[in-house]
C-alpha cells in the first residue's frame, strides 16, 4: 500500500493551494481518506477526511469553510483544495486511509496507511 502525497509549496496569506494524493496497491474506494496536518512542535491534527463513496466530508472547525476533500475514486486520489490560506495553516500535511470506519475519521490512530507529507507553508 503507498500514499504520495503532493501540491505543497508557498504561498501568500489569501491564497490557494490544491493538495493531491495517489494511492496504490489496494481497494481504493473502499477506504475512507483523511488529511492530516503537523506544525513544528505540535501533535499532528485531524483537517479533512472523505467517506468511501465521497457522499461525506468531515471538516475541523479550523478550515470549515476555506478548505474542500474531494476524491476520485476512478484515479485513486483524493484532494484538499485549500482557499483563503492562513499563516496558521502552514504545516506538513499528511494523507491518510482509514478502514474502520466513519465513526473514526477524526482519530489519527485508526488510521492503517500514510502518505510522506507535503510542506505547505502560508506567509502573511
Known amino acids: 500500500v503507498q500514499l504520495q502525497a503532493f501540491g505543497g509549496g508557498l504561498v501568500q496569506a489569501g491564497g490557494s493551494l490544491r493538495l493531491s494524493c495517489t494511492a496504490s496497491g489496494y481497494t481504493f474506494s473502499t477506504y475512507i481518506m483523511g488529511w492530516f496536518r503537523q506544525a513544528p512542535g505540535k501533535e499532528r491534527r485531524f483537517v479533512a477526511g472523505?467517506?468511501?463513496?465521497?457522499?461525506?466530508?468531515y471538516y475541523a472547525d479550523s478550515v470549515q469553510g476555506r478548505l474542500t476533500i474531494s476524491r476520485d475514486n476512478a484515479k485513486n486520489t483524493v484532494y484538499l483544495q485549500m482557499n483563503s490560506l492562513k499563516p496558521e495553516d502552514t504545516a506538513v500535511y499528511y494523507c491518510?486511509?482509514?478502514?474502520?470506519?466513519?465513526?473514526?475519521?477524526?482519530?489519527?490512530?485508526?488510521?492503517?496507511?500514510w502518505g510522506q507529507g507535503t510542506q505547505v507553508t502560508v506567509s502573511s
Open positions: 472523505i467517506s468511501e463513496s465521497g457522499s461525506h466530508q
Open positions: 491518510a486511509a482509514n478502514k474502520n470506519g466513519s465513526r473514526w475519521v477524526r482519530l489519527s490512530s485508526k488510521y492503517t496507511n
